[in-house]
Nanobody, 122 residues
């Protein structure tokens, strides 16, 4: 499975960005999908996850109410709509696929994209 994340950039605090992740080489509808992020000097942290059919989602408390994860199984894509961005959201964002687990833990994910940089200025 190959994952290609895109959509990062520089935005002012309070602004919005939409990240996308295109999957290829596997059975996308069979994978739970997640977004994680890693800020400089910090460990990778969970952001959001969505189940195989899109019926269930879960968010980190820090982004709940501001971020929305969605997926389109016909297009093999998963997206992360980020609103009301804050400087503390600055990080490299990674999409990931889990063939087995519905999880917020990074080690449950089997495949990772290359990451896309999100920078929020104050």
């Amino acid at each position: 499975v190959q994952l290609q994340a895109s959509g990062g950039g520089l935005v002012q605090a309070g602004g919005s960005l939409r990240l996308s992740c295109a999957a290829s080489g596997g059975t996308f509808s069979g994978d739970n999908m997640g977004w994680f992020r890693q800020a400089p000097g910090k460990e990778r942290e969970f952001v959001a996850a969505i189940s195989r059919n899109g019926g269930s989602t879960i968010y980190a408390d820090s982004v709940k109410g501001r971020f929305t994860i969605s997926r389109d199984n016909a297009k093999n894509t998963v997206s992360l709509q980020m609103n009301s961005l804050k400087p503390e959201d600055t990080a490299v964002y990674y999409c990931a696929a889990s063939t087995m687990a519905w999880s917020i833990r990074s080690h449950d994910y089997d495949y990772w994209g290359q990451g896309t940089q999100v920078t929020v200025s104050s």
